[in-house]
């Protein structure tokens, strides 16, 4: 489970190297760590900014605007049959082109189509379970409330700074070869399987991990 997500996080700063991305979902009671997992890859994904409860018009204003990970605390809301629009949108962003809000603006000198990009990578993070079509974009992590105490990721603390300068300094050294990398990508998995597995591979592929492990991340997509 560490290795998929530290491969996750790695794999945010490439995004836009991905025709499609990975979500994913914490799922568990209230205090196994969900909201402090959060706050980690908060520290340490590519651009990213933690929101609880978004409307349609802040999600794609936001993403729009950052071009980075967006991360969503107490998500229950998204079983709400009365969220279709938000689901929709967050389920068909999880592709390059997919989840677009396209809003008319009208002005004095006419009628304007603006279009606000939703693709990104995204984080949600619920005590139940959420709409079966976003689920399915979603790597599934359940979490279970542990007897430690761990101590709060301070967000001043300098590790963080310096852990982002070695993810940026990757993401600028490294992307020719994540572009040559990823085509050879999800040859033995099919259709989305396939698209949300590319991401991670190429990633593993791109820190030379081993097959054995590559097999056994592997697991969370089959």
């Not at 990578?121 to 959420?130: C, R």
Request: hydrophobic share 40%; with cysteine.
């Amino acid at each position: 489970i560490y290795g998929l997500l530290s491969a996750w996080i790695i794999a945010t700063y490439f995004y836009q190297i991905f025709d499609a991305f990975p979500f994913l979902l914490l799922l568990g009671k209230k205090g196994c760590g969900k909201s402090r997992l959060l706050d980690i890859l908060e520290r340490l994904s590519f651009n990213a900014i933690k929101t609880k409860g978004v409307t349609v018009a802040a999600l794609s204003d936001t993403t729009d605007g950052i071009r980075g990970t967006f991360l969503i605390d107490q998500a229950e809301s998204l079983s709400n049959p009365d969220n279709g629009e938000m689901v929709g949108i967050l389920a068909d962003s999880y592709s390059r082109g997919g989840g677009k809000r396209r809003v008319v603006d009208m002005s004095s000198k006419g009628r304007k189509v603006l279009e606000f990009e939703t693709y990104s990578p995204k984080v949600f993070a619920t005590y139940k379970n959420i709409h079966y079509d976003l689920r399915d974009r979603c790597i599934e992590m359940v979490m279970l409330r542990g007897e430690n105490d761990f101590p709060y990721p301070k967000a001043s603390s300098p590790i963080w700074r310096e852990m982002r300068d070695e993810l940026y300094r990757l993401l600028l050294t490294q992307w020719k070869e994540v572009v040559k990398i990823y085509p050879q990508t999800g040859m033995h998995v099919k259709n989305r399987v396939k698209e949300l597995w590319q991401p991670i591979e190429t990633v593993l592929k791109l820190e030379n991990i081993s097959n054995e492990e590559v097999n056994s991340i592997k697991t969370f997509f089959d």
